[in-house]
Nanobody, 121 residues
Framework: VQLQASGGGSVQPGGSLRLSCAAS????????MGWFRQAPGKEREFVGG????????EYADFVKGRFTVSRDNAKNTVYLQMNSLNVEDTAVYYC???????????????WGQGTLVTVSS
């Protein structure tokens, strides 16, 4: 089971990025997928995720309609579209897989390597 996150980079405030998480070793639609982030000096926090089965999508409150989680079953890939980025969104973003899902990182069994997002002017 492997998760490969990509798409990070540097962007100015107000800009957009799309992160991708390619899954191998399992079929992503049969497992809950989540995005987390960790800023320097801070704890890892839940950003958003999509549950297996009913495909319910959940977001952290700070997302405030700026981010969108989606899944392409044909490509076995989950995406995080991030718009209206601000400096507080600077962090390493991780994708993760869980048999249950939700916002608790301890529920996730598999983790990608992380991709750095830097928002600065």
């Amino acid at each position: 089971v492997q998760l490969q996150a990509s798409g990070g980079g540097s962007v100015q405030p107000g800009g957009s990025l799309r992160l991708s998480c390619a899954a191998s070793g399992f079929t992503s639609r049969f497992i809950s997928m989540g995005w987390f982030r960790q800023a320097p000096g801070k704890e890892r926090e839940f950003v958003g995720g999509i549950r297996r089965g009913d495909s319910i999508i959940e977001y952290a409150d700070f997302v405030k309609g700026r981010f969108t989680v989606s899944r392409d079953n044909a490509k076995n890939t989950v995406y995080l579209q991030m718009n209206s980025l601000n400096v507080e969104d600077t962090a390493v973003y991780y994708c993760a897989a869980s048999w249950s899902g939700g916002g608790d990182s301890s529920a996730y069994d598999f983790w990608g390597q992380g991709t750095l997002v830097t928002v600065s002017s």
